[in-house]
Protein backbone atom coordinates (compact mmCIF):
# COMPACT_ATOMS: atom_id res chain seq x y z
CA UNK A 1 0.00 0.00 0.00
CA UNK A 2 2.96 2.23 0.04
CA UNK A 3 1.64 3.84 3.63
CA UNK A 4 -1.35 5.82 1.55
CA UNK A 5 -3.98 7.05 3.87
CA UNK A 6 -6.74 9.31 3.04
CA UNK A 7 -9.48 10.49 4.64
CA UNK A 8 -12.19 11.41 5.05
CA UNK A 9 -13.10 7.97 3.35
CA UNK A 10 -16.39 9.70 2.68
CA UNK A 11 -18.15 12.95 2.84
CA UNK A 12 -21.71 14.50 1.42
CA UNK A 13 -21.81 18.28 1.61
CA UNK A 14 -23.42 20.95 -0.08
CA UNK A 15 -22.96 22.80 -3.00
CA UNK A 16 -21.26 26.06 -2.19
CA UNK A 17 -19.33 24.54 0.75
CA UNK A 18 -15.63 24.23 1.07
CA UNK A 19 -14.11 21.02 1.52
CA UNK A 20 -10.85 19.47 2.19
CA UNK A 21 -9.26 16.18 1.91
CA UNK A 22 -6.06 14.91 3.17
CA UNK A 23 -3.88 12.24 1.70
CA UNK A 24 -1.16 10.91 4.61
CA UNK A 25 2.01 8.48 3.64
CA UNK A 26 4.63 7.17 5.78
CA UNK A 27 7.43 6.28 4.13
CA UNK A 28 8.90 10.20 2.65
CA UNK A 29 7.89 9.99 -0.87
CA UNK A 30 8.55 13.06 -3.01
CA UNK A 31 5.70 12.79 -5.32
CA UNK A 32 2.35 13.36 -5.01
CA UNK A 33 -1.18 13.50 -6.90
CA UNK A 34 -4.75 13.90 -6.55
CA UNK A 35 -6.68 11.91 -9.23
CA UNK A 36 -10.37 12.02 -10.13
CA UNK A 37 -12.30 9.08 -11.24
CA UNK A 38 -15.82 9.56 -13.20
CA UNK A 39 -17.64 6.88 -15.16
CA UNK A 40 -16.12 6.90 -18.94
CA UNK A 41 -13.44 9.24 -17.95
CA UNK A 42 -11.14 6.99 -16.06
CA UNK A 43 -8.36 8.74 -13.94
CA UNK A 44 -7.78 12.49 -14.46
CA UNK A 45 -5.12 14.48 -12.49
CA UNK A 46 -5.94 17.48 -10.63
CA UNK A 47 -2.86 18.77 -9.04
CA UNK A 48 0.44 17.11 -8.15
CA UNK A 49 3.53 17.39 -5.72
CA UNK A 50 7.10 17.34 -6.29
CA UNK A 51 8.36 18.32 -3.00
CA UNK A 52 7.30 20.60 -0.16
CA UNK A 53 5.67 23.90 -1.34
CA UNK A 54 6.17 22.84 -4.77
CA UNK A 55 3.06 21.69 -6.94
CA UNK A 56 1.98 22.03 -10.16
CA UNK A 57 -1.78 21.47 -12.01
CA UNK A 58 -3.14 19.08 -14.24
CA UNK A 59 -5.48 18.34 -16.97
CA UNK A 60 -8.50 19.46 -14.31
CA UNK A 61 -7.14 21.93 -11.96
CA UNK A 62 -10.15 24.07 -11.92
CA UNK A 63 -11.91 24.35 -8.94
CA UNK A 64 -9.50 23.06 -6.86
CA UNK A 65 -6.18 24.09 -4.84
CA UNK A 66 -3.45 22.22 -3.07
CA UNK A 67 -1.00 23.01 -0.71
CA UNK A 68 1.80 20.97 0.66
CA UNK A 69 3.43 22.09 3.95
CA UNK A 70 5.44 19.01 4.45
CA UNK A 71 6.25 15.61 2.90
CA UNK A 72 3.74 13.60 4.47
CA UNK A 73 0.56 15.62 3.95
CA UNK A 74 -0.74 16.42 0.32
CA UNK A 75 -4.11 18.71 0.70
CA UNK A 76 -6.66 19.09 -2.22
CA UNK A 77 -8.83 21.98 -1.17
CA UNK A 78 -12.28 22.50 -3.02
CA UNK A 79 -12.91 26.02 -2.02
CA UNK A 80 -16.45 26.01 -2.86
CA UNK A 81 -17.84 22.76 -3.67
CA UNK A 82 -20.15 22.37 -6.95
CA UNK A 83 -22.13 19.42 -8.07
CA UNK A 84 -19.81 18.71 -10.42
CA UNK A 85 -17.23 18.05 -8.08
CA UNK A 86 -19.16 14.92 -7.30
CA UNK A 87 -16.67 12.30 -7.74
CA UNK A 88 -14.18 9.33 -6.04
CA UNK A 89 -10.71 10.85 -5.53
CA UNK A 90 -7.28 9.08 -5.11
CA UNK A 91 -3.85 10.13 -3.83
CA UNK A 92 -1.39 8.67 -5.53
CA UNK A 93 2.43 8.99 -4.61
CA UNK A 94 5.70 7.83 -6.82
CA UNK A 95 7.75 5.60 -4.52
CA UNK A 96 11.23 6.91 -2.82
CA UNK A 97 12.98 3.72 -3.87
CA UNK A 98 14.54 4.11 -7.53
CA UNK A 99 13.99 1.04 -9.08
CA UNK A 100 10.42 2.07 -9.35
CA UNK A 101 10.45 5.58 -9.25
CA UNK A 102 8.48 6.41 -12.16
CA UNK A 103 5.05 4.31 -11.41
CA UNK A 104 2.40 5.10 -8.97
CA UNK A 105 0.93 3.64 -6.13
CA UNK A 106 -2.50 4.75 -4.97
CA UNK A 107 -4.17 5.68 -1.88
CA UNK A 108 -7.81 3.87 -0.78
CA UNK A 109 -9.79 6.75 -2.26
CA UNK A 110 -12.49 8.96 -0.97
CA UNK A 111 -15.95 9.25 -2.33
CA UNK A 112 -17.24 12.94 -2.25
CA UNK A 113 -20.75 13.81 -2.84
CA UNK A 114 -21.88 17.23 -4.02
CA UNK A 115 -26.11 17.82 -3.17
CA UNK B 1 -1.03 16.85 -24.47
CA UNK B 2 -0.77 12.82 -24.08
CA UNK B 3 -4.25 11.59 -25.64
CA UNK B 4 -4.17 7.56 -24.47
CA UNK B 5 -7.10 5.53 -25.99
CA UNK B 6 -8.22 2.31 -25.06
CA UNK B 7 -10.35 -0.59 -26.88
CA UNK B 8 -12.96 -2.35 -25.68
CA UNK B 9 -14.61 -0.26 -23.16
CA UNK B 10 -16.21 -4.07 -22.20
CA UNK B 11 -14.87 -7.93 -22.92
CA UNK B 12 -16.46 -11.18 -22.08
CA UNK B 13 -14.60 -13.99 -22.19
CA UNK B 14 -14.92 -17.65 -20.84
CA UNK B 15 -13.30 -18.92 -18.16
CA UNK B 16 -10.04 -20.39 -19.49
CA UNK B 17 -9.90 -18.04 -22.54
CA UNK B 18 -7.66 -15.33 -23.65
CA UNK B 19 -8.76 -11.67 -23.15
CA UNK B 20 -6.59 -8.72 -25.01
CA UNK B 21 -6.73 -5.12 -23.89
CA UNK B 22 -5.14 -2.83 -26.40
CA UNK B 23 -4.36 1.31 -25.83
CA UNK B 24 -3.01 3.84 -28.21
CA UNK B 25 -1.27 6.74 -27.23
CA UNK B 26 -0.03 9.87 -29.44
CA UNK B 27 2.95 11.52 -27.62
CA UNK B 28 6.18 9.89 -29.39
CA UNK B 29 8.13 11.09 -25.75
CA UNK B 30 6.25 8.65 -23.32
CA UNK B 31 8.34 6.00 -22.31
CA UNK B 32 6.77 4.00 -19.33
CA UNK B 33 2.94 2.31 -19.43
CA UNK B 34 1.73 0.82 -16.65
CA UNK B 35 -1.75 -1.25 -16.33
CA UNK B 36 -3.89 -1.26 -13.09
CA UNK B 37 -6.19 -3.64 -12.55
CA UNK B 38 -9.51 -2.17 -10.04
CA UNK B 39 -11.85 -4.11 -8.56
CA UNK B 40 -15.39 -2.75 -7.67
CA UNK B 41 -15.08 -0.04 -4.48
CA UNK B 42 -11.37 -0.82 -4.15
CA UNK B 43 -8.24 1.31 -5.78
CA UNK B 44 -6.15 0.67 -8.85
CA UNK B 45 -3.65 -1.57 -8.45
CA UNK B 46 -0.69 -1.87 -10.40
CA UNK B 47 -0.51 -5.39 -11.92
CA UNK B 48 2.17 -4.60 -14.80
CA UNK B 49 4.61 -2.06 -16.51
CA UNK B 50 6.79 -1.62 -19.88
CA UNK B 51 9.36 0.24 -20.36
CA UNK B 52 9.97 1.73 -23.83
CA UNK B 53 13.40 0.01 -24.49
CA UNK B 54 11.58 -3.27 -23.92
CA UNK B 55 8.96 -4.87 -26.76
CA UNK B 56 7.19 -7.66 -24.01
CA UNK B 57 6.75 -8.47 -20.81
CA UNK B 58 5.53 -11.19 -18.83
CA UNK B 59 4.56 -12.43 -15.29
CA UNK B 60 2.87 -15.65 -15.20
CA UNK B 61 -0.40 -15.19 -16.90
CA UNK B 62 0.08 -11.95 -17.70
CA UNK B 63 1.94 -10.29 -20.50
CA UNK B 64 2.41 -6.98 -22.27
CA UNK B 65 3.70 -5.78 -25.83
CA UNK B 66 4.95 -2.30 -27.14
CA UNK B 67 5.15 -1.81 -30.26
CA UNK B 68 6.61 1.94 -30.07
CA UNK B 69 6.14 2.79 -33.83
CA UNK B 70 2.90 2.31 -33.71
CA UNK B 71 2.44 3.98 -30.85
CA UNK B 72 0.08 1.53 -29.10
CA UNK B 73 0.84 -1.38 -26.20
CA UNK B 74 -1.44 -4.24 -25.61
CA UNK B 75 -2.25 -6.53 -21.95
CA UNK B 76 -3.01 -10.34 -22.59
CA UNK B 77 -4.63 -12.00 -19.97
CA UNK B 78 -4.38 -16.05 -20.65
CA UNK B 79 -6.11 -18.88 -19.24
CA UNK B 80 -8.48 -16.38 -17.41
CA UNK B 81 -10.19 -16.97 -13.95
CA UNK B 82 -13.23 -15.43 -12.90
CA UNK B 83 -11.30 -13.49 -10.09
CA UNK B 84 -9.93 -11.49 -13.42
CA UNK B 85 -13.13 -9.70 -13.45
CA UNK B 86 -12.15 -5.99 -12.99
CA UNK B 87 -12.35 -2.78 -14.81
CA UNK B 88 -8.24 -2.67 -16.42
CA UNK B 89 -6.59 0.66 -17.21
CA UNK B 90 -3.68 1.66 -19.47
CA UNK B 91 -1.74 4.87 -18.78
CA UNK B 92 1.39 6.31 -20.27
CA UNK B 93 3.96 8.69 -19.01
CA UNK B 94 7.29 10.89 -19.84
CA UNK B 95 8.88 9.18 -16.67
CA UNK B 96 9.55 9.71 -12.99
CA UNK B 97 7.42 12.59 -11.62
CA UNK B 98 5.60 13.50 -14.39
CA UNK B 99 1.76 12.65 -14.83
CA UNK B 100 0.23 9.13 -15.83
CA UNK B 101 -2.59 9.89 -18.46
CA UNK B 102 -5.50 7.15 -18.42
CA UNK B 103 -6.94 4.93 -21.17
CA UNK B 104 -10.93 5.00 -20.19
CA UNK B 105 -10.89 1.83 -18.45
CA UNK B 106 -11.76 -2.17 -19.98
CA UNK B 107 -14.69 -3.72 -17.78
CA UNK B 108 -13.52 -7.79 -17.97
CA UNK B 109 -16.23 -9.85 -17.20
CA UNK B 110 -14.96 -13.87 -16.57
CA UNK B 111 -17.84 -16.22 -17.44
CA UNK B 112 -17.40 -19.37 -15.39
Known amino acids: DAGITQSPRHKVTETGTPVTLRCHQT?????MYWYRQDPGHGLRLIHY???????DKGEVSDGYSVSRSKTEDFLLTLESATSSQTSVYFC??????????????FGPGTRLTVL | GENVEQHPSTLSVQEGDSAVIKCTYS??????FPWYKQELGKRPQLIID?????GEKKDQRIAVTLNKTAKHFSLHITETQPEDSAVYFC???????????FGTGTSLTVIP
Open chain 2, 91 to 101: AASIGTGNQFY
Open chain 1, 92 to 105: AISPAWDRDADTQY
Open chain 2, 50 to 54: IRSNV
Open chain 1, 27 to 31: ENHRY
Open chain 2, 27 to 32: DSASNY
Open chain 1, 49 to 55: SYGVKDT
